[in-house]
């Protein structure tokens, strides 16, 4: 027992790339060009702050979706997914939704963004593979319409500011296929850098890659194996009362404009909190505080105190389950099997919650005692499929070549890109 499958590592990049590779040319005849790689998230906190305007704290992680692909001439997109087993086509011209292989809306999406934003697009063929655990809150989605907006971005020969790159992804998921989100996830996807947090400002969009001093400890991510079909509805419920809160308190102060919860001050929540209906007053409460963790975890991470960024960790669960309220019995349940062993310094919910997976900060050397103590336990208690991650902190987009282009369709280097441009905030 206790093998790399059992602690939940990746598979090889390689593997997946000469799979991928293998697929490609078995459909469509010819070899791919090139792979875009986005990563999913686990954002280590800073929840239901996007929306709100403040300061988030994920890390993109080593688990991708992988768009294999080649230009057409003709403005078809033919897409094949291998985890579904399934082909959907369309063209640039007329772009809709496939209720036939929703999967496919994502890609659907951000080709509809690119062109709505005015940018020529050439089409694709593309092979898509991805290991982020679809449906477990790790933004398997964004991974998905990243991938492809770089795949769309260098096989048209365009060059995007990397923000506007993520903002697209998050128009597509919007407008397109029709789900609220924040920016959080898509930025993470785009701009995640490996062993370093992104901390992203959502008002300015501001961000800059934090160092994260993790030696000796690793970040496992815990699937609940809850899946919430009640998920959208909740959270547009959230992000509904977060305005309504904002609003109230907007009229209540009168020395400064209040546009978001970011604007709150806990003096402020102090003194006119008790006017709020009592749910908005939780609810802002949670931002209020959970905005002053973000930075407060930031300043633990400079200084390498992981025992006070775990306690951060520990925190803001606390508040997501008693005062935003999109905890549930599963994950709480994670959270307390995790938070009396001790090699684990923090734990919390991660993404938006009301099932999905948790963040742990663990000890290197208490990976296995997790996996029985908290893993098996969860699993034999609740009946559930539960699962752990063992995850890195991994690079954003990026752009591999499978061969030099002919015909010269790209307009930058596909090799090894990164983007640059740090900023501080
Ligand atoms: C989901 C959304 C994000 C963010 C989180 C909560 O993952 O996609 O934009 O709002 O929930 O922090």
């Known amino acids: 027992m206790g093998g790399a499958e059992d602690l939940g590592v990746p598979v090889p990049q390689d593997a997946r790339l000469r799979r991928l590779a293998a697929a490609f040319q078995s459909r469509f005849g010819r070899p791919p060009a090139a792979v875009a790689a986005a990563p999913g998230r686990a954002n280590l906190i800073g929840e239901h702050l996007d929306y709100n305007e403040g300061h988030v704290l994920p890390v993109a992680i080593d688990r991708s979706v992988m768009a ?21 086509a369309f063209d640039l011209q007329e772009i809709e939704r496939d209720p036939e292989a929703p999967w496919s809306d994502y890609v659907r999406g951000v080709a509809w963004a690119l062109r709505e934003a005015g940018h020529g697009l050439l089409g ?9 655990p679809i449906g477990a809150g790790l933004s398997s989605s964004a991974a998905l319409e990243v991938a492809c907006l770089g795949a769309f971005e260098a096989a048209s020969g365009l060059r995007l500011d990397r923000r506007d790159l993520a903002l697209l992804g998050q128009r597509a998921e919007n407008h397109f296929v029709g789900v609220s989100c924040g920016v959080m996830d898509q930025m993470t996807a785009v701009l995640g850098r490996a062993g370093h947090a992104l901390l992203i400002d959502c008002r300015s969009l501001e961000y800059e890659n934090v160092p994260l001093p993790l030696q000796g400890l690793r970040l496992v991510v815990a699937d609940s194996g809850v899946r919430r079909a009640l998920l959208g509805s909740q959270y547009n419920v959230r992000r509904q009362e977060c305005r309504q809160a904002a609003e109230l308190l907007s009229a209540a102060i009168s020395d400064r404009p209040v546009a978001a919860l970011r604007d709150v ?9 008790g006017d709020l209906p009592p749910n908005l007053r939780k609810r802002a409460r949670h931002v209020v505080e959970e905005e002053r963790r973000v930075l407060a975890s930031v300043e633990a991470l400079r200084r390498g ?8 960790l520990d925190a803001s669960h606390r508040s997501l389950r008693d005062d935003f309220e999109v905890s549930c019995p599963e994950l709480d349940l994670l959270v307390e099997l995790a938070r009396v062993q001790p090699g684990v310094l923090g734990a919390r919910l991660t993404g938006a919650g009301f099932g999905g997976c948790t963040v742990n900060l663990v000890r290197a050397n208490a990976l296995e005692d997790f996996r029985e103590q908290v893993v098996e336990r969860y699993c034999s208690q609740t009946g559930r499929e539960g699962r752990m991650h063992v995850c890195r902190a991994a690079d954003g987009l990026s752009l591999r070549r499978f061969q030099p282009p002919e015909g010269q369709p790209y307009g930058h280097e596909l090799t090894a890109e990164k983007p640059g441009g740090e900023e501080s905030l």
Request: proline content about 4%; hydrophobic content about 40%; glycine content about 8%.
């Open 124 to 132: 694709l063929d593309a092979a898509l593979q991805g290991d982020v």
């Open 305 to 312: 105190d992981v025992e006070a960024f775990g306690e951060m």
């Open 265 to 273: 001050s806990l003096e402020d929540l102090a003194r006119h909190g």
């Open 68 to 88: 294999a692909f080649a230009p057409r001439p003709d403005g078809r997109v033919r897409l094949y997914s291998l985890d579904f087993e399934q082909e959907s």
